[in-house]
Structures are given as C-alpha cells and as structure tokens.
C-alpha cells in the first residue's frame, strides 16, 4: 500500500518502534523562544543534563520582548526582563544560537526558522510553541510540544511519539477576489469546527494549495492547530525549493543538488490513502472573519451573527450564546459595519513582507479611519528591514498605522501590552479567545488585508468593495 | 519531584505516580476551554513551574483580577468542589496555546485528572509529563458525570483506576477508557522519560551515523 508524506517522513526519523504505535523519532531542529524555551533550558541545567547537539538548536526573542521602537530587555510587564535575561544566560551556557534583541536575525519563531532556512523540507522540528505547524509549509514535519517535552528533545535528539491519524484536505478551483489563505483556512476551521482535527496529521493538497506562493502556504499551515491537528504539511514543490534556496543555514552546492533530489521524493505515493478526506471548493469561499470566541466561530464577511436556536447541537449552542454575549453581539446582525476601536496586523499567521505588500495596496493614499487605534508589528527585523527598503513602512505610517519592532506582540500581551477593556479589535492572528488580546477584548479575526480595510472604515469591512 | 528546580543537579528523577484517586469532581462544561483560559499569559510571570495556581482560571475564578476578588458564582470557589482533584469539561479541553504552565497551574491547585471527550494534543502529553491523568470518554457520559457530581455535592465520589483503566461514578456505573500504553506506564511508574530514552543511546547514535550519510545536509 501506498504511503502518506506523513509516513514517509515517520519512516525516515524512526530510530525505535516503542510498540503500541508509539515510536522513538530522531528530531533534526529544536527551536525555542524565551517564553517556553527558557524553562526548558533552566529545566535541563537543573537535572545536571546538557544540550545533544547544540547546533541544531535555536532561540529567538518574540514572546515577551517589547515591540515598541528603542526597546531593550524591559518590558511593560514587570517581570518580562527575567525571561529575556535568564534565556539569554542559559541559550549562551548551553552553546546554542540565539537571534537576540537586536540581532538582525530576531523575529518570530516560525517566521525566523523559515527565513533563515533553518527548517527544510523533510526535517523534523519541535518547539515549545503550538504554532511550529506553520513550517510544515515547506514539507516538514514540525509540531508544538511542552516545556517538559522540549528538555527530553534537547536532552535526547529524540521524542516518544504516539503516530496520529493521516487527513488530506484538498482545495481546489480558483480563489476569487479579496479571498486570501487565511480565508481558506478560516473557512475550513468554520465548516468543520476547532476540533475537527483533533488526533490528525493534515496533508495540504490541492490545485489551490499548489498555486499559493510559499509566504502564503505558512499561514495556511500555521492555522492546523487551531483545527486540533497534531500538524498540517504542504508537500514541497518547486516554490518551496525555490523559496528555501540561498538562504543562510539552506545547504548548498553538490549539497544542495543531493537535498533537492531528496525533497523531489517527497510527496504521498498516488495509492496511498488517508482516515480522513475533507475536499473544499474554494470558489464557496469569500473574505472571512470570526464572530464569536473560538476560530471556528467564523462567518462570511456578508453574513450575518449566527443564532444559537439555530445551532446544529446542544453545545454549539451553549457555546454560541456565550460567545455572543461576551462579544457583545446579537444574533442575525451583519458582521460588515460592526465598529472597531483597533487593527492589529501581525503574527505568526500574517506577518510577512507578502502580506505586508498587500497590506500597503489597501491603504496608500487612504486614511486610518478616526479614533482607531491601527498597528503593523512585523514577523521578524528581517521583514521589517525589508519593508523599510521598499517604503512599506512609509507608507503605513501615512496612512495612520504604527510601525513597530518584530515580536509576537499583542496577538497575546506579549511583553505586558495589550488593548483596552472590552475593546473590540479586528486582527490578522489566530486566537479569538476571551481575554487573548486584553482584558475582555473582542477579537476578530481576518486576513490582513480585511484587517487593513476595516481600519480604514473604523467598522468590519469587506475588502472586496475597495476595489 | 520531577521538574522541581533545586540549588543542585537532580540526578534522580520521578514524576508524581498516578494508580488511583477517589475525590469529587467539579463540573466546567464549556467546550474548547483553551490554555489560555486556564492559565492568562499575564499569570506568567516568570521562568518557574511554580506559583501558578493563583493565576489560574484568573479571569473566571475572579470579579477583579488585579485585587484577587474571588467569583463566588465560579464551581472552583465553591465547597467541596475547591477541592476536587477531579476536572468535568467540554471536547477539546486544554486547545490553543503549548504553554505547560497550563498543567503546572492545575497540579499546584491540586487537579490530578481531567475527563473531557477529546482534548488538546499538546495539552495532553503535557498532562501526562506532570502526573494529571487525561480520560477521554463519550460526551455522554462525562454529561452524566457532571450531573451527578453537581447533584450529589461531596458525597459524589468518583473513583479512578489507572492500572485497570476504569472511572466509576457516584452513582456506580463505569466505564472504561483508552490510553496510549506508554502514557499509562510513564503516570503509573512515575518513570523519567529522558532517562528512559537515553537507555537507547546506542541506537541514537546509531541513526545519526547512517542518516549524516543519508541526509548531509541536515547536520549542520
């Protein structure tokens, strides 16, 4: 029987069958930030235990560092500089490479792993992050584990993993108008709920897949977790070799040639079959954002708030009634031209020069609508370095929105900063939960570009009218 | 205790075992309670596994959570459920966030199992790291559970064997559940995972060497 491009990169990682499904995996990078990473290396030092192969492993600063311009290792928080500063003591200790506050290579945890070509297709990486399925964008198999889980990954080389269930989900057919990736995975997360991937590795596939460039692909990825899927990959193809060629830790030459070879064999065998088939038509998919507190409580930018008397199930419906009301919401009202008092753009979903680059053609030339707060934090100094050199940042700024250093920012109160008390806020991230962004904060979340159209229009707008 | 951060190197190592537990369970029936619920990023306050517990459910379990002014009205607040180290909740319970922290929060307030129809993958090893058992069973049952742990009050007793992978509720009905033998082995010997990996050191070592032929370019 045929194999999945799961089982092909199980097979080629397994150092031990443990019995029972369970196998011993041979991890090929560890990323960590100073958020998790940073109890995992205390944990580690603590047990009298060292690093394996410190030079596959990595740290950035994103979770609690500023990203106000001048920052430095204080934050808002009181207590944030302890875990910028005890991270930077143990990654330096344990020998790794650390992408520190104002290192030109500081970003994003899953941005920065993609854009310096740390992660490959075929590898195997782990990250005390649940995000880290965002790099299975380029054909790797990358999941987030525990603080707990990364000392037995650094300590190791290795994790004991119970073999999830395989789901392909194909889109397929054109994506029209306004309808980006973040769309597509929105829409998914609202047709089958948040936990309709529990238990399974996803395998991306499809006609519209293939076509979006590599940038894009990430935020498609990135999203698997909100899905409850142990991972989602995208089986690398030439956009993904030509995206991860020429980047600093890419191999290259006679290297390059044998890894490229290699990568070309990685795709799922045509018999292969999965335990799950989910097909989607993206010509049913339109801009897409989130009403209510779970991400997949989503809605059509030209419909309206649902209502729970009309929910599939008794828990939906609980669920519903609760979201409604925290969100401060009534069931039937559209969800274009509910007023906002802030936009966020930024993330590991959405914070790369590709979606800044969409961003800007939205808003040059136009106005940030009045008494909205509208922020624009970069995936990583390289994006913004990038974006500087293009006038991307200019551009922002005249238009009304704050330019900031790279940091996860206030996707979650990164660094003690976030909105105001039940303030409602449009937002290019992944997490609608209650109290993610501030306290009581309303989140909605959208693409980037309808985040950008709505802080135009101070109220949630459809990108598709700006033409 | 595993995980306990000493002046010194703790070159023995054990987690908390789990075989069995007889305790009320309190009831928090929402479905998708994510990490983020159970453990605000802003009760994050250092790089410790301890002290957590106060900020847990922080914005539910307090009308003020600056001043720590308890929500008489959340289960956790009540008697006898502040003391259940048994946990009732919706599908996908511990989604979202990888953050540990989640689990250190609930081990120090004293929870020392969790029964939910599915829950969070991360969230999961993460429980069975640090000792807190996961039983997913049919959203069926974990309703009539709730319903008898609410109605029974502290007589409601639940009794969980681990070693025969059974829950028995107050009123005397059980029901089996599933794990994963490796999971169950690491709560019931309360085994250090590391130490038990680096027992196969041998074929680590061995992988590498062919793979670093196999696959040069991954070893940088």
């Keep these: 029987?045929?194999?999945?491009?799961?089982?092909?990169?199980?097979?080629?990682?397994?150092?031990?069958?443990?019995?029972?499904?369970?196998?011993?995996?041979?991890?090929?990078?560890?990323?960590?930030?100073?958020?998790?990473?940073?109890?995992?290396?205390?944990?580690?030092?603590?047990?009298?235990?060292?690093?394996?192969?410190?030079?596959?492993?990595?740290?950035?600063?994103?979770?609690?560092?500023?990203?106000?311009?001048?920052?430095?290792?204080?934050?808002?928080?009181?207590?944030?500089?302890?875990?910028?500063?005890?991270?930077?003591?143990?990654?330096?200790?344990?020998?790794?490479?650390?992408?520190?506050?104002?290192?030109?290579?500081?970003?994003?945890?899953?941005?920065?792993?993609?854009?310096?070509?740390?992660?490959?297709?075929?590898?195997?990486?782990?990250?005390?992050?649940?995000?880290?399925?965002?790099?299975?964008?380029?054909?790797?198999?990358?999941?987030?584990?525990?603080?707990?889980?990364?000392?037995?990954?650094?300590?190791?080389?290795?994790?004991?993993?119970?073999?999830?269930?395989?789901?392909?989900?194909?889109?397929?057919?054109?994506?029209?108008?306004?309808?980006?990736?973040?769309?597509?995975?929105?829409?998914?997360?609202?047709?089958?709920?948040?936990?309709?991937?529990?238990?399974?590795?996803?395998?991306?596939?499809?006609?519209?897949?293939?076509?979006?460039?590599?940038?894009?692909?990430?935020?498609?990825?990135?999203?698997?977790?909100?899905?409850?899927?142990?991972?989602?990959?995208?089986?690398?193809?030439?956009?993904?070799?030509?995206?991860?060629?020429?980047?600093?830790?890419?191999?290259?030459?006679?290297?390059?040639?044998?890894?490229?070879?290699?990568w070309r064999t990685l795709q799922a065998d045509d018999d292969a079959t999965y335990d799950k088939d989910i097909s989607i038509d993206c010509a049913d998919i339109v801009p897409t954002v989130t009403w209510g507190n779970s991400p997949g409580h989503t809605v059509q930018i030209d419909g309206a708030v649902p209502d729970p008397s009309n929910a599939p199930d008794a828990n939906t419906q609980t669920s519903w009634a609760r979201a409604l009301e925290y969100m401060d919401l009534k069931p039937g009202m559209p969800i274009e031209g509910v007023p906002i008092d802030a936009a966020f753009i930024g993330s590991c979903t959405n914070s790369r020069i590709a979606d800044l680059r969409e961003v800007v053609k939205v808003v040059k030339g136009r106005r940030v609508a009045e008494g909205v707060k509208a922020i624009v934090v970069p995936g990583s100094s390289q994006v913004k370095l990038a974006a500087e050199a293009e006038g991307i940042d200019k551009a922002l700024v005249e238009a009304g929105f704050e330019w900031r250093e790279s940091g996860c920012s206030m996707c979650f109160y990164a660094g003690g900063e976030s909105f105001g008390d039940q303030e409602r806020v449009i937002s290019s991230t992944n997490r609608n939960f209650e109290n993610r962004q501030g306290p009581r904060t309303r989140t909605h979340l959208a693409s980037p570009t309808s985040v950008a159209a709505s802080a135009l229009a101070g109220k949630i707008a459809d990108v598709r009218k700006l033409g | 205790m595993y995980g306990s951060w000493g002046k010194g190197p703790v070159m023995t190592l054990t987690m908390q075992k789990f075989t069995t537990l007889s305790s009320v369970a309190a009831p928090?029936?929402?479905?998708?309670?994510?990490?983020?619920?159970?453990?605000?990023?802003?009760?994050?306050?250092?790089?410790?596994?301890?002290?957590?517990?106060?900020?847990?459910?922080?914005?539910?379990?307090?009308?003020?959570?600056?001043?720590?002014?308890?929500?008489?009205?959340?289960?956790?607040?009540?008697?006898?459920?502040?003391?259940?180290?048994?946990?009732?909740?919706?599908?996908?319970?511990?989604?979202?966030?990888?953050?540990?922290?989640?689990?250190?929060?609930?081990?120090?307030?004293?929870?020392?199992?969790?029964?939910?129809?599915?829950?969070?993958?991360?969230?999961?090893?993460?429980?069975?790291?640090?000792?807190i058992l996961p039983v997913a069973l049919p959203e069926t049952v974990v309703k009539a559970f709730a319903e008898s742990a609410e109605a029974g009050a502290q007589t409601a007793i639940f009794v969980i064997d681990l070693p025969s992978q059974m829950v028995t509720g107050p009123t005397g009905d059980s029901h089996d559940f599933d794990i994963a033998p490796a999971d169950k082995e690491m709560l019931v010997e309360g085994l250090d995972p590391i130490g038990l990996t680096l027992k196969r050191d041998d074929e680590i070592l061995a992988f590498r060497k062919t793979d670093e032929v196999k696959r040069p370019w991954v070893y940088l």
């Design chain 2, 28 to 131: 928090i029936m929402r479905v998708n309670i994510d990490t983020d619920a159970i453990i605000p990023s802003r009760e994050m306050k250092g790089v410790t596994k301890d002290g957590l517990s106060v900020g847990m459910f922080a914005n539910w379990r307090y009308t003020d959570v600056d001043a720590r002014v308890e929500n008489p009205d959340f289960i956790l607040n009540k008697a006898p459920f502040r003391d259940a180290e048994i946990l009732l909740s919706g599908e996908n319970f511990g989604c979202g966030s990888s953050r540990e922290h989640a689990v250190w929060a609930l081990k120090e307030w004293g929870i020392r199992c969790v029964i939910a129809p599915s829950f969070g993958t991360i969230f999961f090893g993460n429980c069975v790291r640090n000792g």
């Design chain 1, 1 to 262: 029987m045929g194999r999945t491009l799961v089982q092909k990169l199980w097979d080629a990682h397994t150092v031990a069958d443990l019995g029972d499904d369970a196998t011993l995996l041979y991890m090929d990078r560890v990323f960590l930030h100073e958020r998790t990473g940073s109890v995992s290396l205390k944990g580690l030092e603590s047990a009298g235990r060292k690093v394996r192969n410190p030079e596959q492993v990595f740290c950035t600063m994103d979770h609690i560092v500023d990203t106000l311009p001048g920052r430095g290792d204080d934050t808002i928080m009181p207590s944030g500089k302890d875990f910028i500063t005890t991270t930077r003591a143990a990654a330096n200790a344990a020998g790794i490479t650390l992408f520190d506050i104002g290192d030109d290579r500081q970003g994003i945890v899953h941005v920065v792993s993609a854009e310096q070509g740390i992660t490959l297709p075929g590898l195997t990486q782990v990250c005390p992050d649940s995000h880290t399925c965002t790099l299975g964008a380029l054909g790797a198999l990358a999941w987030g584990i525990g603080s707990t889980e990364g000392e037995h990954a650094l300590a190791t080389k290795t994790l004991a993993v119970n073999k999830p269930k395989s789901m392909r989900i194909s889109f397929d057919g054109e994506l029209g108008f306004g309808v980006t990736a973040k769309d597509m995975i929105l829409h998914l997360i609202g047709a089958y709920t948040a936990a309709g991937g529990v238990g399974h590795a996803i395998e991306f596939a499809g006609s519209a897949i293939r076509s979006l460039p590599q940038e894009n692909r990430f935020t498609v990825c990135n999203m698997a977790v909100e899905f409850a899927a142990f991972t989602g990959l995208i089986p690398p193809d030439d956009t993904t070799i030509e995206y991860v060629h020429g980047r600093p830790y890419a191999p290259t030459g006679k290297t390059w040639d044998a890894a490229v070879d290699y």
